[in-house]
Protein backbone atom coordinates (compact mmCIF):
# COMPACT_ATOMS: atom_id res chain seq x y z
CA UNK A 1 0.00 0.00 0.00
CA UNK A 2 1.34 3.44 -0.89
CA UNK A 3 1.67 5.85 2.09
CA UNK A 4 1.46 9.34 1.80
CA UNK A 5 1.89 12.66 4.52
CA UNK A 6 -0.76 13.25 6.42
CA UNK A 7 -1.14 16.82 7.71
CA UNK A 8 -3.07 17.73 10.85
CA UNK A 9 -2.92 21.56 11.21
CA UNK A 10 -4.76 21.61 14.16
CA UNK A 11 -2.05 19.25 16.12
CA UNK A 12 0.58 21.56 15.21
CA UNK A 13 2.77 24.11 17.94
CA UNK A 14 4.80 25.58 15.39
CA UNK A 15 8.36 24.03 16.65
CA UNK A 16 9.71 23.63 13.30
CA UNK A 17 11.28 19.98 13.96
CA UNK A 18 10.27 19.42 10.32
CA UNK A 19 11.33 22.18 8.88
CA UNK A 20 14.54 21.42 10.73
CA UNK A 21 14.42 17.76 9.99
CA UNK A 22 13.78 18.15 6.47
CA UNK A 23 16.76 20.96 5.58
CA UNK A 24 18.93 18.60 7.28
CA UNK A 25 17.87 15.53 5.70
CA UNK A 26 18.32 16.89 2.44
CA UNK A 27 20.97 19.97 2.25
CA UNK A 28 22.88 19.10 5.41
CA UNK A 29 21.83 22.04 7.28
CA UNK A 30 19.62 23.12 10.29
CA UNK A 31 18.32 25.70 8.45
CA UNK A 32 14.40 26.10 7.60
CA UNK A 33 15.42 28.20 5.06
CA UNK A 34 15.93 25.40 3.20
CA UNK A 35 12.93 23.06 3.88
CA UNK A 36 10.94 21.21 1.48
CA UNK A 37 8.05 21.70 4.46
CA UNK A 38 7.33 24.67 5.49
CA UNK A 39 5.31 25.66 9.00
CA UNK A 40 3.66 28.86 8.28
CA UNK A 41 1.91 30.87 10.85
CA UNK A 42 -1.12 32.51 10.97
CA UNK A 43 -0.68 35.25 14.22
CA UNK A 44 -4.89 36.34 13.88
CA UNK A 45 -5.94 33.30 14.51
CA UNK A 46 -2.70 31.31 16.69
CA UNK A 47 -2.53 28.84 13.49
CA UNK A 48 0.55 27.15 12.32
CA UNK A 49 -0.52 25.19 8.87
CA UNK A 50 2.75 22.72 7.78
CA UNK A 51 2.70 22.65 4.16
CA UNK A 52 4.19 20.35 1.36
CA UNK A 53 3.74 18.72 -1.93
CA UNK A 54 1.01 16.18 -1.97
CA UNK A 55 2.80 14.39 -4.73
CA UNK A 56 -0.83 15.13 -6.69
CA UNK A 57 -1.38 12.78 -9.10
CA UNK A 58 -2.14 15.72 -12.15
CA UNK A 59 2.10 16.36 -11.19
CA UNK A 60 2.12 19.44 -12.85
CA UNK A 61 5.54 19.91 -12.52
CA UNK A 62 6.53 16.59 -13.62
CA UNK A 63 4.12 17.42 -17.01
CA UNK A 64 5.74 21.44 -17.76
CA UNK A 65 9.43 20.10 -17.23
CA UNK A 66 10.84 20.07 -20.42
CA UNK A 67 13.93 18.09 -20.53
CA UNK A 68 12.40 14.78 -18.03
CA UNK A 69 13.79 15.63 -14.92
CA UNK A 70 11.05 15.28 -12.72
CA UNK A 71 9.57 11.37 -12.32
CA UNK A 72 7.72 9.19 -10.73
CA UNK A 73 9.20 6.84 -7.68
CA UNK A 74 7.02 3.55 -8.33
CA UNK A 75 7.46 2.50 -4.84
CA UNK A 76 6.67 5.58 -2.78
CA UNK A 77 4.85 7.77 -5.40
CA UNK A 78 6.95 10.84 -4.87
CA UNK A 79 7.54 12.94 -7.80
CA UNK A 80 11.26 13.06 -7.80
CA UNK A 81 13.38 15.85 -8.78
CA UNK A 82 16.66 14.56 -10.85
CA UNK A 83 19.15 16.86 -10.38
CA UNK A 84 21.39 16.34 -13.17
CA UNK A 85 19.23 16.74 -15.51
CA UNK A 86 17.16 19.40 -14.41
CA UNK A 87 18.71 22.91 -15.91
CA UNK A 88 17.08 25.28 -13.34
CA UNK A 89 14.62 26.61 -15.71
CA UNK A 90 11.75 27.12 -12.92
CA UNK A 91 8.94 26.49 -15.50
CA UNK A 92 7.57 23.74 -12.76
CA UNK A 93 7.57 26.12 -9.99
CA UNK A 94 4.89 28.67 -12.03
CA UNK A 95 3.12 25.47 -13.02
CA UNK A 96 2.54 23.56 -9.59
CA UNK A 97 -0.69 25.23 -7.99
CA UNK A 98 0.33 24.99 -4.85
CA UNK A 99 3.44 26.35 -4.72
CA UNK A 100 5.62 23.18 -3.12
CA UNK A 101 8.21 23.20 -6.11
CA UNK A 102 10.60 26.03 -5.61
CA UNK A 103 13.57 26.81 -7.24
CA UNK A 104 16.98 26.65 -5.20
CA UNK A 105 19.38 29.99 -6.18
CA UNK A 106 22.35 28.42 -4.81
CA UNK A 107 22.31 25.24 -6.73
CA UNK A 108 20.43 26.52 -9.55
CA UNK A 109 18.24 24.00 -9.57
CA UNK A 110 14.52 22.94 -7.76
CA UNK A 111 13.64 21.41 -5.29
CA UNK A 112 10.65 19.74 -3.38
CA UNK A 113 9.32 17.19 -1.13
CA UNK A 114 10.57 13.44 -2.49
CA UNK A 115 9.23 11.45 1.16
CA UNK A 116 12.78 11.36 1.97
CA UNK A 117 12.74 8.37 -0.04
CA UNK A 118 9.57 6.62 1.73
CA UNK A 119 10.89 7.59 5.03
CA UNK A 120 10.18 11.30 5.57
CA UNK A 121 11.65 12.76 8.28
CA UNK A 122 9.25 15.64 8.88
CA UNK A 123 6.92 13.11 10.53
CA UNK A 124 9.28 11.03 12.24
CA UNK A 125 10.67 15.04 13.94
CA UNK A 126 7.44 16.17 14.53
CA UNK A 127 6.47 16.04 18.36
CA UNK A 128 2.67 16.20 18.44
CA UNK A 129 2.06 13.75 14.87
CA UNK A 130 0.51 16.90 13.12
CA UNK A 131 2.26 15.08 10.40
CA UNK A 132 2.06 11.42 9.85
CA UNK A 133 2.86 8.83 7.14
CA UNK A 134 0.34 6.78 6.55
CA UNK A 135 -1.85 4.42 4.30
CA UNK A 136 -3.05 6.72 1.22
CA UNK A 137 -6.68 5.63 1.31
CA UNK A 138 -6.82 7.34 4.79
CA UNK A 139 -5.36 11.51 4.27
CA UNK A 140 -6.27 14.42 5.03
CA UNK A 141 -4.57 15.21 2.22
CA UNK A 142 -7.69 14.21 -0.10
CA UNK A 143 -9.10 17.91 0.35
CA UNK A 144 -5.54 19.62 -1.23
CA UNK A 145 -5.71 16.89 -4.13
CA UNK A 146 -9.67 18.11 -4.71
CA UNK A 147 -7.90 20.97 -4.53
CA UNK A 148 -5.83 19.98 -7.62
CA UNK A 149 -8.88 18.79 -9.50
CA UNK A 150 -10.45 22.69 -9.45
CA UNK A 151 -7.30 23.68 -10.59
CA UNK A 152 -6.95 20.86 -13.94
CA UNK A 153 -8.87 22.09 -16.84
CA UNK A 154 -10.51 18.47 -16.99
CA UNK A 155 -13.30 19.28 -14.20
CA UNK A 156 -15.69 22.25 -13.83
CA UNK A 157 -13.88 25.77 -13.43
CA UNK A 158 -16.43 26.92 -10.48
CA UNK A 159 -14.33 26.34 -7.50
CA UNK A 160 -15.69 26.59 -3.86
CA UNK A 161 -14.21 28.18 -1.11
CA UNK A 162 -15.03 25.69 1.45
CA UNK B 1 -7.26 3.11 -34.43
CA UNK B 2 -4.65 5.12 -35.74
CA UNK B 3 -3.39 8.18 -33.89
CA UNK B 4 -0.90 10.55 -36.01
CA UNK B 5 0.73 13.48 -34.05
CA UNK B 6 2.37 15.98 -36.34
CA UNK B 7 5.36 17.79 -34.61
CA UNK B 8 7.52 16.30 -31.60
CA UNK B 9 7.81 19.22 -29.40
CA UNK B 10 6.56 19.28 -25.98
CA UNK B 11 2.81 19.22 -26.91
CA UNK B 12 3.36 16.79 -29.35
CA UNK B 13 5.13 14.51 -27.16
CA UNK B 14 2.63 15.01 -23.98
CA UNK B 15 -0.41 14.09 -25.94
CA UNK B 16 1.03 11.16 -27.78
CA UNK B 17 2.11 9.40 -24.11
CA UNK B 18 -0.91 10.67 -22.92
CA UNK B 19 -2.76 8.80 -25.80
CA UNK B 20 -0.72 5.66 -25.26
CA UNK B 21 -1.78 6.09 -21.59
CA UNK B 22 -5.81 5.85 -22.35
CA UNK B 23 -5.86 3.35 -24.95
CA UNK B 24 -3.49 0.48 -24.98
CA UNK B 25 -3.79 -0.88 -28.24
CA UNK B 26 -3.91 2.19 -30.33
CA UNK B 27 -1.60 2.51 -33.12
CA UNK B 28 0.43 5.88 -32.43
CA UNK B 29 2.97 7.87 -35.02
CA UNK B 30 4.11 10.46 -34.10
CA UNK B 31 5.92 12.72 -36.88
CA UNK B 32 9.41 14.83 -36.08
CA UNK B 33 10.63 17.11 -39.15
CA UNK B 34 14.13 17.37 -37.86
CA UNK B 35 17.01 14.69 -37.26
CA UNK B 36 17.13 15.35 -33.60
CA UNK B 37 15.54 12.88 -31.03
CA UNK B 38 12.22 15.11 -29.99
CA UNK B 39 13.75 18.05 -27.62
CA UNK B 40 12.43 21.31 -26.04
CA UNK B 41 13.09 24.62 -27.57
CA UNK B 42 13.10 25.74 -23.64
CA UNK B 43 16.36 24.04 -23.28
CA UNK B 44 18.32 25.99 -25.61
CA UNK B 45 19.29 28.63 -23.44
CA UNK B 46 21.00 25.88 -21.10
CA UNK B 47 22.70 24.30 -24.22
CA UNK B 48 24.13 27.62 -25.57
CA UNK B 49 25.41 28.55 -21.73
CA UNK B 50 27.12 25.31 -21.81
CA UNK B 51 25.28 23.79 -18.82
CA UNK B 52 24.12 20.95 -20.68
CA UNK B 53 25.30 18.94 -24.02
CA UNK B 54 22.80 18.65 -26.50
CA UNK B 55 21.05 15.42 -24.82
CA UNK B 56 20.00 17.44 -22.34
CA UNK B 57 17.59 19.42 -24.41
CA UNK B 58 15.87 15.70 -25.28
CA UNK B 59 12.71 15.91 -24.22
CA UNK B 60 12.83 12.01 -22.93
CA UNK B 61 16.58 11.14 -21.89
CA UNK B 62 16.05 7.61 -22.18
CA UNK B 63 16.80 6.77 -25.81
CA UNK B 64 14.16 3.73 -26.06
CA UNK B 65 11.29 5.80 -24.18
CA UNK B 66 8.88 5.92 -27.29
CA UNK B 67 9.86 2.80 -28.54
CA UNK B 68 9.52 1.39 -25.74
CA UNK B 69 5.53 3.13 -25.27
CA UNK B 70 5.00 1.88 -28.60
CA UNK B 71 5.38 5.21 -30.58
CA UNK B 72 6.70 5.40 -33.86
CA UNK B 73 8.92 7.96 -34.82
CA UNK B 74 8.84 9.21 -38.12
CA UNK B 75 11.48 11.83 -39.05
CA UNK B 76 9.84 13.85 -42.55
CA UNK B 77 8.53 16.72 -42.93
CA UNK B 78 4.46 16.77 -43.50
CA UNK B 79 4.02 18.73 -46.81
CA UNK B 80 0.34 18.29 -46.88
CA UNK B 81 -3.05 16.97 -45.02
CA UNK B 82 -5.83 15.87 -47.16
CA UNK B 83 -8.54 15.59 -44.93
CA UNK B 84 -10.87 14.24 -47.16
CA UNK B 85 -9.17 11.27 -47.31
CA UNK B 86 -7.55 11.20 -43.57
CA UNK B 87 -4.03 11.54 -45.67
CA UNK B 88 -1.25 12.94 -44.85
CA UNK B 89 1.64 13.74 -47.60
CA UNK B 90 5.15 13.46 -46.46
CA UNK B 91 8.26 15.36 -47.83
CA UNK B 92 9.73 12.41 -49.36
CA UNK B 93 6.68 11.89 -51.03
CA UNK B 94 5.01 9.31 -49.32
CA UNK B 95 1.61 9.11 -47.48
CA UNK B 96 0.44 8.01 -44.40
CA UNK B 97 -3.87 7.60 -43.35
CA UNK B 98 -5.06 8.29 -39.82
CA UNK B 99 -8.11 7.85 -38.11
CA UNK B 100 -7.47 11.16 -36.03
CA UNK B 101 -5.04 13.43 -36.50
CA UNK B 102 -2.76 16.07 -34.06
CA UNK B 103 -1.37 19.11 -35.53
CA UNK B 104 1.65 20.56 -32.71
CA UNK B 105 3.60 21.82 -35.01
CA UNK B 106 4.47 25.17 -32.94
CA UNK B 107 6.03 28.26 -34.45
CA UNK B 108 8.64 29.42 -36.34
CA UNK B 109 10.85 32.23 -35.82
CA UNK B 110 9.90 35.64 -37.96
CA UNK B 111 12.85 38.24 -39.23
CA UNK B 112 11.82 41.96 -39.81
CA UNK B 113 12.04 42.67 -43.54
CA UNK B 114 15.00 44.78 -43.51
CA UNK B 115 18.07 45.01 -45.95
CA UNK B 116 20.73 42.45 -45.13
CA UNK B 117 18.75 40.26 -42.84
CA UNK B 118 19.63 37.23 -44.80
CA UNK B 119 23.50 37.81 -44.20
CA UNK B 120 25.82 34.71 -43.29
CA UNK B 121 25.86 36.28 -39.62
CA UNK B 122 22.42 36.36 -38.64
CA UNK B 123 20.45 33.96 -36.93
CA UNK B 124 17.26 33.50 -35.30
CA UNK B 125 17.48 31.51 -32.07
CA UNK B 126 14.74 29.39 -32.17
CA UNK B 127 16.35 25.54 -33.29
CA UNK B 128 18.67 23.17 -31.73
CA UNK B 129 20.36 24.01 -35.23
CA UNK B 130 20.29 27.67 -35.00
CA UNK B 131 22.04 27.52 -31.02
CA UNK B 132 24.35 24.94 -32.88
CA UNK B 133 25.35 28.02 -35.06
CA UNK B 134 25.10 30.32 -32.54
CA UNK B 135 27.84 28.46 -30.53
CA UNK B 136 30.21 28.19 -33.07
CA UNK B 137 30.53 32.29 -33.51
CA UNK B 138 29.78 33.44 -30.01
CA UNK B 139 32.55 33.01 -28.87
CA UNK B 140 34.81 35.27 -25.98
CA UNK B 141 35.73 38.44 -27.09
CA UNK B 142 32.96 38.65 -30.45
CA UNK B 143 30.62 41.53 -30.36
CA UNK B 144 27.13 40.66 -30.79
CA UNK B 145 23.88 42.47 -31.38
CA UNK B 146 20.67 40.87 -30.29
CA UNK B 147 17.64 42.06 -31.74
CA UNK B 148 15.14 42.26 -29.59
CA UNK B 149 14.22 41.84 -25.80
CA UNK B 150 10.64 40.15 -25.87
CA UNK B 151 10.58 37.08 -23.77
CA UNK B 152 12.89 34.67 -26.08
CA UNK B 153 15.44 37.90 -26.56
CA UNK B 154 15.65 38.16 -22.37
CA UNK B 155 15.71 34.00 -22.13
CA UNK B 156 18.86 33.76 -24.03
CA UNK B 157 20.47 37.20 -22.56
CA UNK B 158 22.49 35.86 -20.03
CA UNK B 159 23.65 32.49 -21.84
CA UNK B 160 25.24 34.59 -24.37
CA UNK B 161 27.02 36.87 -21.70
CA UNK B 162 28.17 33.56 -20.16
CA UNK B 163 30.00 33.07 -23.52
CA UNK B 164 31.78 36.03 -23.21
CA UNK B 165 30.72 38.12 -25.90
CA UNK B 166 30.26 41.69 -25.80
CA UNK B 167 26.67 42.21 -25.91
CA UNK B 168 24.21 45.04 -27.48
CA UNK B 169 20.68 44.45 -27.29
CA UNK B 170 18.66 46.43 -29.61
CA UNK B 171 14.85 46.73 -28.82
CA UNK B 172 11.83 48.76 -30.25
CA UNK B 173 9.59 49.54 -27.61
CA UNK B 174 9.96 51.46 -24.46
CA UNK B 175 10.76 49.47 -21.97
CA UNK B 176 12.39 45.45 -21.86
CA UNK B 177 9.78 42.33 -22.15
CA UNK B 178 6.73 44.41 -22.52
CA UNK B 179 4.55 41.72 -23.08
CA UNK B 180 5.43 40.55 -19.60
CA UNK B 181 6.56 43.83 -17.44
CA UNK B 182 4.45 46.86 -16.57
CA UNK B 183 7.11 50.02 -17.27
CA UNK B 184 8.25 49.87 -13.56
CA UNK B 185 9.77 46.40 -13.91
CA UNK B 186 10.67 46.85 -17.17
CA UNK B 187 12.39 49.56 -16.26
CA UNK B 188 14.44 47.74 -13.28
CA UNK B 189 15.35 44.95 -15.65
CA UNK B 190 17.21 46.94 -17.58
CA UNK B 191 19.01 49.22 -15.19
CA UNK B 192 19.88 45.54 -13.70
CA UNK B 193 21.41 44.93 -17.04
CA UNK B 194 23.43 47.88 -17.17
CA UNK B 195 24.59 47.76 -14.04
CA UNK B 196 26.09 43.65 -15.36
CA UNK B 197 27.71 45.22 -18.50
CA UNK B 198 24.55 45.02 -20.99
CA UNK B 199 24.39 47.58 -23.33
CA UNK B 200 20.39 47.96 -23.96
CA UNK B 201 18.98 50.40 -26.48
CA UNK B 202 15.37 50.71 -25.92
CA UNK B 203 12.89 52.65 -28.21
CA UNK B 204 15.86 51.92 -31.17
CA UNK B 205 15.51 50.03 -34.43
CA UNK B 206 17.64 48.06 -36.50
CA UNK B 207 16.86 49.60 -40.02
CA UNK B 208 19.49 47.63 -42.22
CA UNK B 209 22.70 45.24 -42.00
CA UNK B 210 25.29 45.94 -43.96
CA UNK B 211 28.95 44.47 -44.91
CA UNK B 212 31.97 45.96 -42.68
CA UNK B 213 35.39 45.68 -42.92
CA UNK B 214 36.95 45.44 -39.21
CA UNK B 215 33.71 43.18 -38.44
CA UNK B 216 31.77 41.14 -40.65
CA UNK B 217 28.82 43.02 -39.84
CA UNK B 218 27.58 46.66 -39.61
CA UNK B 219 24.31 47.27 -38.17
CA UNK B 220 23.04 49.88 -38.33
CA UNK B 221 20.26 51.80 -36.32
CA UNK B 222 17.12 54.51 -36.36
CA UNK B 223 18.37 56.97 -34.21
CA UNK B 224 21.94 56.34 -32.79
CA UNK B 225 25.84 55.41 -34.38
CA UNK B 226 25.89 52.14 -36.41
CA UNK B 227 27.23 49.29 -34.18
CA UNK B 228 29.49 46.69 -35.62
CA UNK B 229 29.45 42.75 -34.89
CA UNK B 230 29.98 39.31 -35.78
CA UNK B 231 27.26 37.92 -34.82
CA UNK B 232 23.53 39.37 -35.12
CA UNK B 233 21.02 37.11 -33.09
CA UNK B 234 16.93 38.13 -34.01
CA UNK B 235 14.87 37.44 -31.72
CA UNK B 236 11.92 39.77 -32.79
CA UNK B 237 8.68 37.37 -32.98
CA UNK B 238 7.40 34.05 -33.79
CA UNK B 239 4.44 33.10 -35.67
CA UNK B 240 2.66 29.60 -35.98
CA UNK B 241 3.74 26.58 -37.81
CA UNK B 242 1.00 26.75 -40.18
CA UNK B 243 2.06 27.03 -44.12
CA UNK B 244 1.55 23.36 -44.53
CA UNK B 245 -2.05 23.64 -44.09
CA UNK B 246 -2.84 26.24 -46.16
CA UNK B 247 -4.02 24.08 -49.05
CA UNK B 248 -5.74 22.04 -46.54
CA UNK B 249 -9.55 22.92 -45.44
CA UNK B 250 -8.71 23.27 -41.72
CA UNK B 251 -9.80 26.54 -40.38
CA UNK B 252 -6.98 29.11 -39.77
CA UNK B 253 -6.29 32.36 -38.31
CA UNK B 254 -2.70 33.71 -36.28
CA UNK B 255 -2.71 29.90 -35.76
CA UNK B 256 -5.41 27.14 -36.24
CA UNK B 257 -8.75 27.57 -34.86
CA UNK B 258 -9.78 25.26 -31.97
CA UNK B 259 -13.02 24.85 -29.92
CA UNK B 260 -13.04 24.13 -26.25
CA UNK B 261 -12.28 20.76 -26.76
CA UNK B 262 -9.09 21.54 -28.76
CA UNK B 263 -10.99 20.21 -32.48
CA UNK B 264 -10.37 21.81 -35.53
CA UNK B 265 -13.47 22.42 -37.90
CA UNK B 266 -12.68 19.41 -38.97
CA UNK B 267 -14.05 16.32 -36.53
CA UNK B 268 -11.18 14.32 -36.47
CA UNK B 269 -8.35 16.59 -36.43
CA UNK B 270 -6.84 18.43 -33.48
CA UNK B 271 -4.50 21.16 -32.82
CA UNK B 272 -2.42 22.28 -29.69
CA UNK B 273 0.42 24.28 -28.78
CA UNK B 274 2.21 27.03 -30.02
CA UNK B 275 0.32 26.08 -33.43
CA UNK B 276 -3.46 26.44 -31.44
CA UNK B 277 -5.19 29.72 -30.97
CA UNK B 278 -6.25 28.08 -27.90
CA UNK B 279 -8.47 29.34 -25.20
CA UNK B 280 -7.27 32.21 -22.61
CA UNK B 281 -8.73 31.11 -19.25
CA UNK B 282 -8.48 35.01 -17.94
CA UNK B 283 -10.15 36.86 -21.11
CA UNK B 284 -11.85 33.98 -22.51
CA UNK B 285 -10.56 35.06 -25.47
CA UNK B 286 -8.79 32.80 -28.61
CA UNK B 287 -5.65 33.07 -29.06
CA UNK B 288 -1.61 32.00 -29.07
CA UNK B 289 0.38 32.07 -25.82
CA UNK B 290 3.49 30.32 -26.89
CA UNK B 291 4.69 29.09 -23.80
CA UNK B 292 5.58 25.30 -22.25
CA UNK B 293 2.92 25.37 -19.77
CA UNK B 294 0.28 26.07 -22.20
CA UNK B 295 2.14 23.63 -24.83
CA UNK B 296 1.46 20.53 -22.35
CA UNK B 297 -2.14 20.88 -21.23
CA UNK B 298 -2.80 21.48 -24.45
CA UNK B 299 -1.27 18.43 -25.38
CA UNK B 300 -2.56 16.46 -22.17
CA UNK B 301 -6.62 17.28 -22.98
CA UNK B 302 -6.43 16.92 -26.75
CA UNK B 303 -4.91 13.50 -26.19
CA UNK B 304 -7.60 12.77 -23.87
CA UNK B 305 -10.37 14.14 -26.11
CA UNK B 306 -8.96 12.10 -29.11
CA UNK B 307 -9.46 9.00 -27.19
CA UNK B 308 -12.27 9.34 -25.30
CA UNK B 309 -14.53 11.81 -27.92
CA UNK B 310 -14.28 15.32 -26.34
CA UNK B 311 -14.66 14.23 -22.54
CA UNK B 312 -12.71 16.91 -21.39
CA UNK B 313 -13.42 20.52 -21.79
CA UNK B 314 -10.56 22.81 -21.86
CA UNK B 315 -11.89 25.75 -20.06
CA UNK B 316 -8.36 28.10 -20.86
CA UNK B 317 -4.98 28.14 -19.97
CA UNK B 318 -3.67 31.02 -17.71
CA UNK B 319 -1.21 33.02 -19.74
CA UNK B 320 2.40 32.67 -17.21
CA UNK B 321 6.24 33.51 -17.47
CA UNK B 322 9.21 33.26 -15.51
CA UNK B 323 12.63 34.54 -16.36
CA UNK B 324 16.07 34.88 -15.11
CA UNK B 325 18.04 37.16 -16.17
CA UNK B 326 21.31 37.33 -14.62
CA UNK B 327 20.21 36.43 -10.80
CA UNK B 328 17.44 38.92 -10.88
CA UNK B 329 14.00 36.28 -11.28
CA UNK B 330 10.31 38.33 -13.19
CA UNK B 331 7.26 36.33 -13.58
CA UNK B 332 4.06 37.46 -14.74
CA UNK B 333 0.26 35.30 -14.50
CA UNK B 334 -2.65 36.16 -16.05
CA UNK B 335 -3.96 39.81 -15.99
CA UNK B 336 -0.85 41.22 -14.60
CA UNK B 337 -1.56 44.24 -16.48
CA UNK B 338 -4.88 44.53 -15.00
CA UNK B 339 -8.45 44.87 -15.60
CA UNK B 340 -11.56 47.44 -15.58
CA UNK B 341 -12.36 48.23 -12.45
CA UNK B 342 -10.10 45.97 -10.79
CA UNK B 343 -7.89 47.04 -8.21
CA UNK B 344 -4.42 46.55 -7.59
CA UNK B 345 -1.68 46.53 -4.56
CA UNK B 346 2.07 46.91 -5.13
CA UNK B 347 5.29 47.12 -3.57
CA UNK B 348 8.27 48.59 -4.85
CA UNK B 349 11.81 48.19 -3.86
CA UNK B 350 13.92 50.26 -6.35
CA UNK B 351 17.34 49.61 -3.95
CA UNK B 352 17.06 45.26 -4.11
CA UNK B 353 15.57 45.06 -7.24
CA UNK B 354 12.26 43.54 -5.67
CA UNK B 355 8.79 44.46 -7.43
CA UNK B 356 5.59 42.19 -6.49
CA UNK B 357 1.73 43.70 -8.50
CA UNK B 358 -1.02 41.89 -7.60
CA UNK B 359 -4.15 43.00 -9.68
CA UNK B 360 -7.74 42.16 -8.15
CA UNK B 361 -11.24 42.10 -9.78
CA UNK B 362 -13.38 42.00 -6.61
CA UNK B 363 -12.90 39.29 -4.59
CA UNK B 364 -10.68 37.48 -6.81
CA UNK B 365 -6.99 37.86 -7.51
CA UNK B 366 -6.59 37.86 -11.66
CA UNK B 367 -2.53 38.12 -12.62
CA UNK B 368 0.71 39.62 -10.89
CA UNK B 369 3.79 40.42 -12.08
CA UNK B 370 6.87 40.40 -10.00
CA UNK B 371 10.90 40.54 -9.64
CA UNK B 372 12.60 39.08 -7.05
CA UNK B 373 10.16 36.80 -5.60
CA UNK B 374 10.03 33.20 -6.00
CA UNK B 375 8.95 31.03 -3.35
CA UNK B 376 6.00 29.11 -3.74
CA UNK B 377 5.66 31.51 -7.01
CA UNK B 378 3.15 28.48 -8.36
CA UNK B 379 0.48 29.29 -5.64
CA UNK B 380 -0.56 31.95 -8.08
CA UNK B 381 -1.38 29.72 -10.73
CA UNK B 382 -4.28 28.06 -7.90
CA UNK B 383 -5.32 30.79 -6.82
CA UNK B 384 -6.04 32.50 -10.31
CA UNK B 385 -7.04 28.97 -11.46
CA UNK B 386 -9.15 27.84 -8.40
CA UNK B 387 -10.93 31.43 -8.37
CA UNK B 388 -10.67 31.55 -4.62
CA UNK B 389 -12.86 34.16 -2.92
CA UNK B 390 -10.12 35.72 -1.18
CA UNK B 391 -12.67 37.24 1.63
CA UNK B 392 -10.89 38.75 4.34
CA UNK B 393 -7.78 38.11 2.68
CA UNK B 394 -7.90 40.56 -0.13
CA UNK B 395 -7.62 43.40 2.23
CA UNK B 396 -4.38 41.72 3.59
CA UNK B 397 -3.51 41.25 0.52
CA UNK B 398 -4.12 44.88 -0.30
CA UNK B 399 -1.72 45.90 2.66
CA UNK B 400 1.01 43.24 2.38
CA UNK B 401 0.98 41.59 -1.32
CA UNK B 402 4.01 39.01 -0.23
CA UNK B 403 1.36 37.19 1.69
CA UNK B 404 0.12 35.28 -1.46
CA UNK B 405 0.82 31.74 0.37
CA UNK B 406 -1.01 32.40 3.20
CA UNK B 407 -4.06 33.83 1.39
CA UNK B 408 -3.85 30.55 -0.66
CA UNK B 409 -3.99 28.12 2.48
CA UNK B 410 -6.17 29.76 4.78
CA UNK B 411 -8.78 29.01 1.85
CA UNK B 412 -8.26 25.74 1.36
C1 LIG C 1 15.19 29.84 -26.74
C2 LIG C 1 13.79 29.58 -26.27
C3 LIG C 1 13.48 29.68 -24.92
C4 LIG C 1 12.18 29.47 -24.46
N1 LIG C 1 11.93 29.59 -23.14
C5 LIG C 1 10.68 29.41 -22.68
C6 LIG C 1 10.40 29.54 -21.29
O1 LIG C 1 11.28 29.82 -20.48
N2 LIG C 1 9.13 29.35 -20.88
C7 LIG C 1 8.12 29.01 -21.75
O2 LIG C 1 7.00 28.83 -21.31
N3 LIG C 1 8.37 28.89 -23.06
C8 LIG C 1 9.61 29.08 -23.54
N4 LIG C 1 9.86 28.96 -24.89
C9 LIG C 1 8.72 28.64 -25.77
C10 LIG C 1 8.45 27.16 -25.78
O3 LIG C 1 9.61 26.50 -26.18
C11 LIG C 1 7.30 26.83 -26.71
O4 LIG C 1 6.12 27.42 -26.22
C12 LIG C 1 7.09 25.31 -26.83
O5 LIG C 1 8.21 24.73 -27.44
C13 LIG C 1 5.86 24.99 -27.64
O6 LIG C 1 5.74 23.61 -27.80
P1 LIG C 1 5.03 22.96 -29.05
O7 LIG C 1 5.14 21.50 -28.86
O8 LIG C 1 3.70 23.57 -29.25
O9 LIG C 1 5.88 23.43 -30.32
P2 LIG C 1 7.43 23.24 -30.71
O10 LIG C 1 8.24 23.06 -29.51
O11 LIG C 1 7.73 24.37 -31.60
O12 LIG C 1 7.46 21.88 -31.51
C14 LIG C 1 6.94 21.77 -32.81
C15 LIG C 1 7.53 20.55 -33.47
O13 LIG C 1 6.89 20.34 -34.72
C16 LIG C 1 7.84 20.02 -35.69
N5 LIG C 1 7.29 20.38 -36.99
C17 LIG C 1 7.00 21.61 -37.43
N6 LIG C 1 6.48 21.57 -38.67
C18 LIG C 1 6.43 20.28 -39.03
C19 LIG C 1 5.98 19.58 -40.19
N7 LIG C 1 5.48 20.23 -41.23
N8 LIG C 1 6.11 18.24 -40.21
C20 LIG C 1 6.61 17.57 -39.16
N9 LIG C 1 7.02 18.17 -38.02
C21 LIG C 1 6.94 19.51 -37.97
C22 LIG C 1 9.03 20.84 -35.28
O14 LIG C 1 10.20 20.37 -35.86
C23 LIG C 1 9.00 20.67 -33.77
O15 LIG C 1 9.62 19.51 -33.37
C24 LIG C 1 11.16 29.14 -25.37
C25 LIG C 1 11.46 29.02 -26.73
C26 LIG C 1 12.77 29.24 -27.18
C27 LIG C 1 13.07 29.13 -28.64
New binding site residues.
Partial sequence: MEKSLVINPDKCTGCLQCEMACSYENEGVFNPAKSRIKVFTFHQEGRFVPYTCTQCSEAWCQQAC?VDAISLNLVTGAKEVNESSCVG?K?CTISCPFGTINYNQSSGKVIKCDLCGGDPKCASACPTQAITYVDADQTGLDKMRQWATQTDNATSNTASNA | MHYII???????VIASENIRKLDQNAQITL????KEP?Y???A??YFLEEKITEDGTHIRHKSNSFNEQGITLVN????EVKTKDNTLVLSDGSELVYDKLLV????IATSPPIEGINSNHVYN??TLEDARNIAKKAIPGSSLVLMGAG??GC??LESLLKRGVNLTVVEMGDRMVPRMMDESAGGLLKSWCESKGVRILTSEQVISISEAKAKPLQVNLKNSDPLSADLVICATGVKS?TG?LESSDIKLDQGILVNEFLQTNIENVYA????AQGLDFSDQSWSIQ??????VEH?RIAAINMVENNSCVHHGSINM???DTMGLISTSFGQWMGVEGGEESVLLDEQNFRYLNLQFKGEHLVGISSLGHTQHIGVVRGLIRGKVKLGVWKERLMNDPTRLMEAYIANI
Fill in positions: PCV | IGAGPSGIKGHPSRMIPELVSSTGACWFIIINFSGDVAIQPTAGNIL
